[in-house]
């Protein structure tokens, strides 16, 4: 008997000793974040850093080259920009009206809508009589003849988001000069405590994320003009959160910067609702990704990085390109445009201070090629430069932002194409 109990002593230490092993050689694979309807997955492999090479330093002018497939493109002369309009606006919007390209936008001082059509310079006329007053964030969406302006504002010490819609006829009639301004339409009002808003690739529809109960995120599709709204499975329980639809299907949503926490970039599935977590990162976190989702430029405490689905290496960037700076080429393939500052070391750390308006920059603009693994100066400013909001044009012939230090409206011209 006593010899039968040591043998199954023996086997069950076997046993544990084996199961010791096999957990101490196969760590758990890390939980999902509370609320994701689906696991995280890091989607790009594992591999050795690489630089970009820099070719010029920031505040120095150089020409520049950059490739689309098997063509070139260069530049022999750097260009300065030439402003849009000199009022401080809060935010615009590229549409097409009849063929024509039109850049929208409002007047912060006295809340009204103006726009100039894309190559005609500093021609920017008012287009509504409607004044809105108290503006604090400016959204947009379009369908085939509104376009669809979604205002945040305190007018009368209120928060409130409202809904409003102008025809694109309308517009090219007062642009033409054969009307005069006419009103904008009020279509309805949203929830007041929401986080952000994404207007679709394409149609009149937008993303709504709100929050609820308390430290909870809800995710809803709502339509332009009938306010009407389908929620989404989807939850989080983050509340500082940024969204951008980038196609039909997906979109990104990307946690605030902040260098007491980890920050974290996830795609939303926008008919399923699934959500994965794409990337996560260090403190000071924010992230772009590109209009194919191939290429995903992001902060990782104090560097610059960019991944690639294609890549077998992420890379490093030495100059401080970060997302709320930057803007990727919808034609040229791994290309991106970025404002960068002089004091590139220095403005890493002061990420925070500069999304709270307590920090300026002086910048001048930057191409990066991601397929060449190189960087250089696109223009560079004898005025002094704090860009936000860089946006191409649809032919991206010119490249639109904000400068915050004088709330103006620019434009810069950007070299085309010529084949060897």
């Known amino acids: 008997m006593k010899k039968i109990l040591s043998v199954i002593i023996i086997i069950l230490l076997v046993i544990i000793g084996g199961l010791w092993w096999y957990i101490r050689s196969n760590p758990s694979a890390p939980t999902s974040a509370p609320g994701v309807s689906s696991s995280p997955t890091v989607p790009f492999p594992i591999a050795s850093d690489r630089a970009i090479n820099v070719i010029s330093q920031p505040g120095s002018t150089n020409t520049s080259s950059f490739s689309q497939n098997e063509q070139s493109a260069s530049s022999t002369t750097t260009r300065d920009s030439y402003t849009l309009f000199s009022n401080p606006i809060i935010n615009y919007h590229y549409t097409t009206i009849a063929t024509s390209s039109v850049l929208m936008f409002i007047d912060r001082d006295s809340g009204n809508l103006y726009a100039v059509r894309d190559g005609e310079g500093v021609h920017a006329q008012r287009i509504t009589n409607t004044t809105l007053l108290g503006i604090e964030k400016v959204w947009w969406t379009e369908s085939k003849d509104r376009l669809y302006s979604i205002i945040s504002s305190r007018e009368g010490g209120f928060p409130s988001t409202v809904v409003y819609s102008t025809k694109k006829n309308d517009i090219l009639a007062s642009l033409t000069g054969s009307s005069s301004p006419t009103a904008l339409t009020r279509e309805g009002a949203l929830d007041s405590d929401f986080i952000d808003i994404a207007e679709a690739p394409s149609g009149s529809t937008f993303l709504l994320l709100s929050k609820h109960k308390g430290d909870e995120v809800i995710i809803d599709i709502v339509d332009a003009s009938t306010l009407k709204k389908k929620r989404l499975s989807t939850t989080l329980p983050l509340t500082e959160l940024s969204a951008v639809w980038n196609n039909a299907h997906v979109a990104t949503l990307s946690t605030h910067a902040s260098f007491s926490a980890p920050g974290t970039l996830f795609a939303l599935d926008t008919v399923t609702g699934a959500l994965t977590r794409l990337l996560g990162a260090q403190s000071n976190f924010t992230a772009l990704t590109d209009p194919t989702r191939e290429n995903i430029l992001y902060t990782d405490g104090s560097r610059s990085k960019i991944k690639s689905t294609h890549a077998t290496s992420t890379q490093i960037l030495t100059l401080s390109a970060i997302p709320e700076k930057?803007?990727?080429?919808?034609?040229?393939?791994?290309?991106?445009?970025?404002?960068?500052?002089?004091?590139?070391?220095?403005?890493?750390?002061?990420?925070?201070?500069?999304?709270?308006?307590?920090?300026?920059?002086?910048?001048?603009?930057?191409?990066?090629?991601?397929?060449?693994?190189?960087?250089?100066?696109?223009?560079?400013?004898?005025?002094?430069?704090?860009?936000?909001?860089?946006?191409?044009?649809s032919r991206e012939t010119a490249l639109t932002l904000k400068n915050r230090v004088t709330g103006a409206l620019l434009s810069i011209p950007i070299p085309q194409e010529t084949s060897d």
């Not at 803007?327 to 925070?352: E, R």
């Not at 693994?373 to 704090?386: E, R, Y």
Request: glycine content about 4%; overall charge negative.
């Open 326 to 393: 930057c803007v990727w080429s919808s034609l040229y393939k791994g290309l991106l445009y970025c404002a960068i500052p002089h004091d590139s070391s220095k403005f890493l750390l002061q990420h925070d201070a500069w999304l709270r308006g307590e920090y300026s920059t002086r910048d001048d603009i930057w191409w990066i090629d991601t397929r060449s693994g190189t960087a250089d100066v696109l223009t560079n400013f004898s005025q002094t430069l704090d860009a936000s909001l860089l946006s191409l044009n």
